[in-house]
């Protein structure tokens, strides 16, 4: 097992900043991809952006292209989302998720069924 632990989050102005940290603890030597989500009031969660442990390869999403990167640091065992040019409807609890599944396609890591472990997320609001 895995337990994760976001961090990071806050209220920040339109067009700011902010990055999100997702800490892993418990079987860490294992491989995972390691996705974030993002839930919005009435909303269905969706995946933001996701990253394998091991190879660093992503997963990338459309509503956030060329604004969020995720990253990850194999020694702190923490996995990063960058979070640039914020806009209102980013506004969300973000959730970070692992699925030991490693060949998955892209719309398996998309679907928040397919991830094993959770965080209990972080409140990012972005105001106007």
């Known amino acids: 097992q895995v337990q994760l632990v976001e961090s990071g989050g806050g209220l920040v102005q339109a067009g700011g900043s902010l990055r999100l940290s997702c800490a892993a603890s418990g079987r860490t030597s294992a491989n995972y991809v390691v996705g974030w989500f993002r839930q919005a009031p009435g909303k269905q969660r969706e995946l933001v952006l996701a990253?394998?442990?091991?190879?660093?390869?992503?997963y990338d999403t459309d509503s956030v292209k060329g604004r969020f990167t995720i990253s990850r640091d194999n020694a702190e065992n923490t996995v990063y989302l960058e979070m640039n040019s914020l806009k209102p409807e980013d506004t969300a609890v973000y959730y970070c998720?692992?699925?030991?599944?490693?060949?998955?396609?892209?719309?398996?890591?998309?679907?928040?069924?397919?991830?094993?472990?959770w965080g209990q997320g972080t409140q990012v609001t972005v105001s106007s």
């Open positions: 990253i394998q442990w091991n190879s660093g390869r992503t």
């Open positions: 998720a692992a699925t030991p599944i490693l060949f998955g396609s892209d719309q398996f890591y998309r679907n928040p069924s397919s991830y094993d472990y």
